[in-house]
């Protein structure tokens, strides 16, 4: 079975401040992990994916992610957060047939 | 290239009246979902096809709520008789089948049901 699972529905941080958003995923086979961001009243875009090969993903705006295997982990980090970050962010997992989605976190940058 | 298409991208109606709502996938790909977001459940997942074929329509909320793809470049969501319940926005998405993947989200339609 798949699941995703974000932890803090809600984050800020100030401008200029790291942002970390966290994700911890359960998959019964080899996981494909996916970050996406929602803007208000937009579609969700893809920001990075993780197939195979290099753990440390780097994807747009910024933003990588790490996967780590032993602790079923897929964090999203951006070392200096910036206004226009502001937006909500998902996590989610394709087991070849459907996507899974965490439920999100929504992203405030304190100016 | 042109991505997900939806259309109307707003729609204001009556309970009661019939809702349909239409999704163009991106050219090629093989499968394709209609998600529900609100404030409430978040993202939720109603139906998806792989060649047109639907595949697991266990999200779909109840029989009032209904999904066709006749073509691989066409699918309606329909909603009959809608409620205020039901307002929501719903995303169309597509993808090619397997697990490395990208899903592609459309803009959304915002139904509001009065």
């Known amino acids: 079975a798949q699941s995703v699972t974000q932890l803090g529905s809600h984050v800020s941080v100030s401008e200029g401040a790291l942002v970390l958003l966290r994700c911890n995923y359960s998959?019964?086979?080899?996981?494909?992990l996916f970050w996406y961001v929602q803007y208000p009243n937009q579609g969700l875009q893809l920001l990075l994916k993780y197939t195979t090969g290099a753990t440390l993903v780097k994807g747009i705006n910024g933003f990588e992610a790490e996967f780590k295997k032993s602790e079923t982990s897929f964090h999203l980090t951006k070392p200096s957060a910036h206004m226009s970050d502001a937006a909500e962010y998902f996590c989610?997992?394709?087991?070849?047939?459907?996507?899974?989605f965490g439920t999100g976190t929504s992203l405030t940058v304190i100016p | 290239d042109a991505g997900v298409i939806q259309s109307p991208r707003h729609e204001v109606t009556e309970m009661g009246q019939e809702v349909t709502l239409r999704c163009k996938p991106i050219s090629g790909h093989n499968s394709l979902f209609w998600y529900r977001q609100t404030m409430m459940r978040g993202l939720e997942l109603l139906i998806y096809?792989?060649?047109?074929?639907?595949?697991?329509d266990s999200g779909m909320p109840e029989d009032r709520f209904s999904a066709k793809m006749p073509n691989a470049s066409f699918s309606t969501l329909k909603i009959q008789p809608s409620e205020p319940r039901d307002s929501a926005v719903y995303f169309c998405?597509?993808?090619?089948?397997?697990?490395?993947?990208?899903?592609?989200f459309g803009e959304g339609s915002w139904l509001t049901v009065v």
């Open positions: 096809f792989n060649n047109n074929v639907p595949i697991d």
């Open positions: 998959s019964s086979v080899p996981p494909y």
């Open positions: 989610a997992v394709n087991n070849g047939n459907q996507f899974y």
């Open positions: 998405a597509s993808s090619l089948r397997g697990a490395l993947n990208t899903i592609y």
